[in-house]
């Protein structure tokens, strides 16, 4: 059992044991679903709500309320930013191949094309 700072949005796992799950006030929680009482790690990049969460490649995509879309990479060395949202909620990321599309409150679906990372 896990208690989160706020009500839990989404989540996804990242292997057979390890799960992201996001909460309305911005937190990112990493947990292993073997001992989920205290967090691998917290990520927190803004305070406005997670959204979605998909696991992607060595990585992650996340999606917040403040039109913030980003990938992590399993080491955290860095964050591709996903832009053109503005400050409208993206609600749900899909992937195909090298394409990210991601639906926002604005009517629009982006479409990324992605080289290797």
Same mark, same amino acid.
């Given at each position: *059992?896990?208690?989160? $700072?706020? &009500?839990f949005n989404c989540c #996804?796992?990242?292997s057979g044991f390890l799960? *992201? &799950? +996001? #909460?309305q006030d911005g937190n990112i929680y990493q947990l292993d679903v073997r001992s989920p009482r205290a967090p691998v790690q917290i990520i927190h990049r803004s305070g &406005?709500? !997670? %959204?979605?969460?998909? $696991?992607?490649?060595d990585g992650f995509i996340a999606s917040q309320g403040d039109g913030s879309c980003f990938i992590v990479q399993?080491? %955290?060395d860095y964050v591709i930013e996903l832009t +053109? &949202?503005?400050?409208?909620? !993206?609600y749900k990321v899909a992937t195909w191949e090298k394409?990210?599309?991601a639906c926002c409150r604005d009517s629009l679906i982006r479409r990324y094309q992605l080289s290797d990372l």
């Open positions: *059992l896990f208690i989160g $700072s706020d &009500a #996804t796992f990242l799960l *992201l &799950a +996001g #909460t &406005a709500p !997670v %959204l979605f969460l998909l $696991s992607f490649r399993q080491d %955290l +053109g &949202a503005d400050c409208d909620p !993206v394409q990210i599309y």
